[in-house]
């Protein structure tokens, strides 16, 4: 919950990150947009919980992590 309620309304998360935190940005309602430009190796839970940018789908992604996300979601899929 590093950023939790924080009003924060833009931020990066840069290159040299590799995990985000549980509750990262939890009810942080201004947040206007996120730009992921990690090589993010695993994400926790409510990651954007109560956060109007995740439900606004303005959140900046680079390819790389688009991928990882594609990836990842389907090797979920395959397991169930």
């Known amino acids: 919950y ?5 009003g924060l309304i833009s931020f990066v998360i840069p290159k040299t990150c590799t995990t985000l935190g549980n509750g990262i940005f939890y009810k942080c309602e201004s ?5 992921i ?3 993010i190796k ?3 839970a ?3 919980h109560g956060c109007k940018a995740a439900t ?5 992604l680079t390819k790389k992590f688009a ?7 389907l090797k979920k ?4």
């Not at 590093?2 to 924080?6: C, I, L, N």
């Not at 991928?67 to 979601?73: A, E, F, H, P, S």
């Not at 899929?77 to 169930?80: G, L, N, Q, R």
């Open 2 to 6: 590093a950023f939790a309620e924080s």
């Open 31 to 35: 947040l206007e947009n996120v730009t």
């Open 37 to 39: 430009d990690a090589d």
């Open 42 to 44: 695993a994400i926790t």
């Open 46 to 48: 409510h990651m954007f």
């Open 56 to 60: 606004k789908g303005i959140l900046i």
């Open 67 to 73: 991928v990882w996300m594609k990836n990842r979601w």
């Open 77 to 80: 899929e395959a397991a169930v």
